[in-house]
């Protein structure tokens, strides 16, 4: 991974560290509240799914096939949407995270994600950066940047990015801060 990241390095920029996130499932709150309305979204859309199929062989009339074939066709977005809700998005995130890795230079902190298509991004480390260190039970995290953006409602989104659930985060809050003061 050293060559990799050296090529994306400018002239006199040296690399400090390198990482990835522990590789972990993560489930919050919110991804159990939409998991769970998908559960329920999902199992309307089987209900619909097998009434149709059960109730298509006693259809006496045009009507009453075309409105189970109907029903069948409705029955498969809904089935579609409760099983993307419930387990994709999840799985998205775990992926996303298992393709990412991190690097920090003498000059910025670099996100490389690697799933769906390749990105990287870099976030300069200056003096006024704010830096914190984010301990878990099993995990660190060190953010370096907030991204602000304007919202619907006239409001400010803050967005904080960072290395998210590594292992050895004091030490690169340490690179960090030494970065910040030309020393590190």
């Known amino acids: 991974m050293d060559d990799f990241w050296e090529t994306h390095l400018h002239p006199g920029e040296t690399l400090l560290w390198q990482g990835a996130p522990i590789p972990m499932l993560r489930i919050t709150v919110g991804d159990f509240v939409v998991a769970a309305l998908g559960l329920v979204i999902l199992c309307f859309g089987l209900g619909m799914f ?5 109730y298509f ?5 045009w009507l009453d096939t075309v409105m ?7 029955s498969l ?9 419930t ?6 995130e775990f992926m996303r995270r298992r393709n990412t890795r991190y690097a920090l230079s003498t000059r910025c902190a670099y996100i490389a994600t690697n799933w769906r298509k390749f990105t990287i991004d870099s976030y300069p480390i200056l003096p006024n950066t704010e830096v914190s260190l984010d301990q878990r039970k099993r995990w660190y995290g060190v953010t370096f940047h907030a991204r602000k953006t304007d919202d619907e409602d006239g409001g400010i989104t803050t967005t904080l990015i960072g290395f998210e659930r590594i292992a050895d985060g004091p030490k690169v809050f ?3 801060r030494g970065i910040q003061m030309d020393t590190p």
């Open 68 to 74: 189970t074939i109907i029903w069948f066709i409705g």
């Open 174 to 176: 340490r690179l960090i």
């Open 87 to 92: 387990f994709v998005f999840t799985y998205a």
């Open 77 to 85: 977005p809904i089935v579609a949407l409760g099983g993307g809700l």
């Open 50 to 54: 097998f009434a149709s199929i059960e």
């Open 57 to 61: 062989p006693a259809a006496e009339t």
